[in-house]
């Protein structure tokens, strides 16, 4: 799946570290999420999702 998680991270002026911090994971996972290499669980993509203030459709786009 695909996402904008390094673009609106960036926008905030954030590390990966500073998110993982706001959603209480780990940065790898913060680092995983963003390559692709995890989808990230339902309540996750939430926490994301109100982290940004913003819907789960417009970070994560279909392939």
Do not use: C
């Not at 989808?39 to 970070?59: K, M, N, Q, T, Y």
């Amino acid at each position: 799946m695909n996402n904008r998680l390094r673009v609106l991270r960036a926008e905030k002026g954030w590390s990966q570290q500073d998110l993982a911090d706001r959603l209480e994971v780990s940065r790898q996972s913060v680092n995983a999420i963003e390559t692709g290499k995890y989808d990230p669980s339902l309540p996750l993509a939430f926490r994301l999702a109100d982290v940004f203030g913003l819907p789960i459709e417009s970070i994560f786009l279909r392939d």
